[in-house]
């Protein structure tokens, strides 16, 4: 039995454990779960993943997990993309949950209805300003944090910058201009120059450029 990760193309939350397991070297099988035609909502699926979300990440030992930052932790678990120490183990937490709560929720409708559903954008105009204003706050703290670090926590390279990148390196899908962000876009250079890098269109592999 092989760990299982069912994603869909084009997202960041899928995107994350997936770049973590290439990172590492996890194997991993990958499902493909077509979110725009609602196959998320299949009785196959829920038999799966009760909540009908994607990423769904089954373990080699069949202990399931939902949550793309839970999945990264477990990924991570006695590697390098996490830290020893247990004060800079909550500082990578600190930042996971900043990543789902201030830019996450902001960047991914933003962008959803921006770049992946495209159609969409005049009948969303409201609410994609919201979002992308809500969006801000979240980038300037980011852009300062960045200012001053080669990467989130000061030992290096970790699982708090792949949650943060997931979504954050698509940025300009949704609305914003990375030359805003200078030290952003610095981080994001870096993270794409680290060891097994794989892009997010590389995510299902060469299907994904149907959402790209
Ligand atoms: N907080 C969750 C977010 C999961 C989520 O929103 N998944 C989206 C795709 S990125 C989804 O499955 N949407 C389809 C639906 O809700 O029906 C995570 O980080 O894994």
Redesign the pocket.
Known sequence: LENQLYA?LG????Y?PWLASKQLDIPLDVHL?D?LS?E??SAEYLSINPL????FFVTNTGISI??????LWYLAEDTHLMPADPAMRAQALQWMFFE?TKL?PFI?PARFFTTILPHLQDEKRTEIATWQTNAVPGLARLEQHLTTQNFMLPHGYSIADISLFGYVHVVSEAGFTLADYPSIAKWIDRVQATQNYQSLANLGHSQASLVA
């Open positions: 869909c997202s960041g939350n899928c994350k779960i979110v609602g998320q909502k009908g979300v994607v990423p939902g949550e793309s930052n839970a999945m789902q996450e991914s």
